[in-house]
């Protein structure tokens, strides 16, 4: 049987408390709040959109002797300032995640503009923990909805073999940006 993954959230206290998804897996045991971005893991993986390297199955032999997945709760428009913090007084593994559709009220629809529970939910999935990241998204309204909207692209993305592999699957979905080479 496989362990749960420890969550924790680097929490900076940015956003509507009464929409925050952090707070709310923090009530149902199911991830640590950090207030101090010094006591948060020292081992893990932090969710970082702008990282460039995937979170995927090469990395599972790191959580699979403990390493935590660390998520970041900010707000978007302080995103840059507050990865730089954390950058600088941790030593976590930043890694981003392949691109799904956010099911939140707040980004309903919008690619990668996941709310804390969506990410470390699509993380566990990742992983191989898919048990857990049920658990963890469905108390939520809109968890049912997140999983149903990304269903195809999740179950693709949890076959994976290699981070390798799973940024070329995210193109099956997806439109790949345009390169801004000339």
């Known amino acids: 049987m496989m362990t749960d993954v420890p969550l924790h959230v680097i929490h900076l206290d940015q956003d509507d ?33 702008n990282s460039g390297a995937l979170l995927g199955p090469d990395d599972r032999k790191l959580i699979d002797i403990g390493a935590a997945i660390v998520a970041l709760d900010c707000s978007w428009k302080n995103l840059k300032g507050s990865l730089r913090e954390v950058s600088t007084n941790t030593n976590l593994i930043p890694r981003t995640l392949p691109i799904v559709l956010a ?3 707040i980004s309903w629809g919008k690619p990668g503009r996941l709310s804390t529970a969506e990410a470390l939910c699509v993380s566990l999935i990742l992983l191989g923990r898919t048990e857990q990241a049920k658990s963890i998204i469905s108390p939520f309204s809109f968890g049912e909805q997140f999983l149903k909207l990304n269903h195809e692209p999740l179950l693709v993305y949890s076959r994976a073999v290699s981070n390798l592999e799973l940024a070329r699957m995210q193109w099956e979905f997806f439109d790949m940006p345009e390169s801004t080479d000339n």
């Open 17 to 49: 408390p009464s929409k925050c998804t952090a707070r709310a897996l923090e009530r149902r045991g199911h991830a640590i709040l950090h207030y101090d971005v010094r006591k948060s893991p020292k081992r893990g993986f932090l969710l970082d959109p």
């Open 103 to 105: 099911a939140n009220p």
